[in-house]
């Protein structure tokens, strides 16, 4: 019988534990460097990461600033028109005022000579009127109210309320309780009308133009002094008149 001699192992001890070692010391290495790379990558995801969020922090906080500043200059319009609504009805507030006043004056103006033209010229201008107007360079000697003037064939063409004159020039002046630019407007065809048909005592003479009036609209006062007429007031509270000529030349019809 043959007895079969176990085979000679082809690593020795000592060579199992060195490669061993080898082993371990590769598994080492590796593992470190994938350590290592997975800790540049989360490096580089958080610095992305960190990135995005500032950009969009900063986004939101332009953006809610952007909101702040609409919000403030919306609310300062609002206020401003709120105070344009305050000075708007304080405004209001002051011409209804003004309207009462100037209502009140009329009313005694009315009281002192009933509402007439013909009592306010007898008893307010022509007691006055012409020394006044004559103060500014004229010489009006004759004084009549409620002039009448005719075409030949006997038919009234133009009625003055007051009517001055002299062997030169004659004034035409227009009263009204309240002058506006309408009648102003009417006196510039008056006078038209007269100097077209001129006879009698105003053939060949200058016309002057005066408007009176107990309450004078600024845009009429403005409007007839622009077109050289005199303005007669009637001074509030007195049964005087006050003259005022107009700055530049005078006008001539």
């Avoid at 030949?152 to 020039?169: P, Q, R, S």
Wanted: without cysteine; glycine residues 6%; charged residues 35%.
């Amino acid at each position: 019988m043959t007895v079969e001699t176990p085979a000679k192992p082809s690593v020795t001890l000592e060579e199992a534990v060195i490669l061993m070692s080898q082993v371990s010391a590769n598994l080492e290495k590796s593992l470190e460097k994938n350590l290592a790379e997975m800790s540049r990558r989360m490096a580089e995801s958080k610095a992305e990461a960190d990135a995005i969020y500032a950009k969009r922090k900063a986004e939101v906080e332009a953006e809610f600033a952007e909101m702040s500043r609409k919000r403030k200059e919306d609310r300062e319009a609002l206020d401003k028109i709120y105070q344009k609504r305050e000075e708007d009805r304080d405004a209001l507030n002051k011409m209804y005022q003004r309207r009462e006043e100037d209502r009140d004056a009329l009313d005694k103006w009315i009281g002192y000579f009933g509402n007439s033209i013909g009592n306010i010229v007898e008893m307010v201008l022509i007691p006055g009127i012409k020394k006044k107007i004559n103060d500014f360079g004229h010489s009006f000697n004759s004084l009549s109210p409620r002039k009448q003037f005719y075409h030949t064939n006997g038919k009234t063409y133009a009625e003055v309320d007051l009517f001055l004159e002299n062997g030169e020039e004659v004034m035409v002046v227009e009263v009204k309780t309240q002058l506006s630019v309408k009648e102003v407007e009417r006196q510039i065809k008056r006078l038209e009308l007269l100097r077209k048909n001129e006879a009698g005592s105003l053939k060949g003479k200058i016309i002057y133009s005066a408007v009176a009036g107990l309450q004078i609209d600024e845009d009429a006062r403005e409007m007839a002094l622009g077109l050289g007429m005199y303005v007669v007031e009637m001074v509030e509270d007195t049964k005087s008149v006050n003259v005022i000529k107009p700055s530049g030349k005078l006008g001539t019809w």
